[in-house]
């Protein structure tokens, strides 16, 4: 149940403090006024609505590329496990190599706990292994799991590439920005239309659950545009990417 309320935070409690704070203001010293609020809702819905599209492309392609890393480890432990000329230790032995790209690939994702030269560490591994043992590993072999290392390699630098590179800073500004100063321009518009002798809990009502709507919607946004911290119910559930799940 706690998961549906993750998208309340400390930017919720601030809108909700504006949301009270303004009808109030509004009423005491009688402002109302009418304005056309297309704009006002270009301004915010637009990018709002262009940013979470943004963060739900960003989840797509982490999706793609983590299949893309996870099929790459697992035709290359494939491949080494039904090599008969490796002995059953050297087949364990790159095993333990490729576990430990998984584990480190998915730690770096989620929590940061490594960092990204510690990856590309333990990927050469695969290409010092195959140079300690060429007796046993055939040209052609080598070629293939050259091949299927491609693979793991453009999965992984286009991870850490959706790890690093977000939505443009500027435009998640513009639109809290915007979020926040929404009720200053909207409650007087409300008040106009219902009235300053009118019920005020409906300008009250219709001011806080506006807010909350649009603070929401870019929680949620925020939430997404990095999928890998399990923070946020549609966030990537990374355990059943491991190589060994």
Same mark, same amino acid.
């Given at each position: #149940?706690?998961? &549906? ?19 109030? /203001? ?8 009418? /304005?056309?609020?297309?704009? /006002? ?81 333990? #990927? ?11 007796? #046993? ?15 793991? %390699? ?8 959706? %790890? ?21 321009? &909207?409650?007087?518009? /409300? ?12 300008? &009250? ?18 939430? #997404? ?21």
């Amino acid at each position: #149940m706690n998961q &549906y309320f993750s998208i309340i935070n400390r930017r919720t409690v601030i809108t909700l403090i504006i949301s009270l704070s303004v009808p109030y /203001i509004a009423y005491h010293f009688g402002i109302n006024y009418n /304005i056309d609020l297309t704009l /006002i809702s270009i301004a915010i819905i637009f990018p709002l609505v262009f940013a979470i599209r943004g963060a739900f492309r960003r989840r797509e392609k982490a999706l793609e590329h983590l299949s893309r890393f996870r099929g790459a480890l697992k035709i290359i432990q494939y491949s080494f496990s039904t090599n008969t000329k490796l002995p059953e230790d050297k087949k364990n032995e790159i095993d333990g190599i490729l576990i430990e790209i998984s584990d480190k690939v998915l730690n770096y994702l989620q929590n940061n706990s490594v960092d990204i030269q510690s990856v590309d560490d333990s #990927m050469n591994k695969v290409e010092e292994f195959i140079n300690r043992n060429d007796e #046993m590993i055939s040209g052609g072999f080598r070629l293939k799991i050259f091949g299927f290392m491609r693979s793991l %390699h453009e999965g992984v630098e286009n991870l850490e590439a959706i %790890h690093t590179h977000r939505t443009p800073i500027s435009l998640k500004a513009y639109c809290l920005i915007f979020i926040y100063i929404f009720p200053l321009i &909207y409650t007087p518009t /409300i008040i106009d239309k219902i009235g300053l002798d009118g019920n005020q809990y409906i300008t &009250y009502f219709v001011v806080i659950v506006s807010e909350f709507i649009l603070i929401s919607l870019y929680n949620i946004q925020d939430q #997404m545009e990095y999928p890998f911290d399990n923070d946020g119910l549609d966030d990537i559930k990374l355990d059943n990417f491991k190589i060994n799940r």
